[in-house]
């Protein structure tokens, strides 16, 4: 069984930065591309930004440049640095992982944490 938990979410100020964290566990034998994803009320759920396991990066364009995503493949576990916050960076962000269970490989998600950004 694979759970990845997510950490750091809450309630802050237009301007300020929050880190999210997630943390793979269980019966893991390597972990491929993790990401950050988030869904905001009454929207589709959007990429944020990805890592590979080499270290490559992709970000939406709407955080290019306040965002920094970065993963700690010892820990299994994915950060996500958000810098610069708006309005509308409210969402639920899930953390997402390609993970290699023995031979298969599958995407598994997090329960999300909350995110809300005060004007």
């Known amino acids: 069984q694979v759970q990845l938990v997510e950490s750091g979410g809450g309630l802050v100020q237009a301007g300020g930065s929050l880190r999210l964290s997630c943390a793979a566990s269980?019966?893991?034998?390597?972990?491929?591309?993790m990401g950050w994803y988030r869904q905001a009320p009454g929207k589709q759920r959007e990429l944020v930004a990805a890592?590979?396991?080499?270290?490559?990066?992709n970000y939406a364009d709407s955080v290019k440049g306040r965002f920094t995503i970065s993963r700690d493949n010892a820990k299994n576990t994915v950060y996500l640095q958000m810098n610069s916050l708006t309005p509308e960076g409210t969402a639920v962000y899930y953390c997402?992982?390609?993970?290699?269970?023995?031979?298969?490989?599958?995407?598994?998600w997090g329960q999300g944490t909350q995110v809300t950004v005060s004007s």
């Open positions: 890592i590979t396991s080499g270290g490559s990066t």
């Open positions: 269980g019966s893991i034998s390597s972990i491929n591309t």
């Open positions: 997402t992982g390609n993970i290699r269970v023995i031979f298969t490989s599958r995407d598994y």
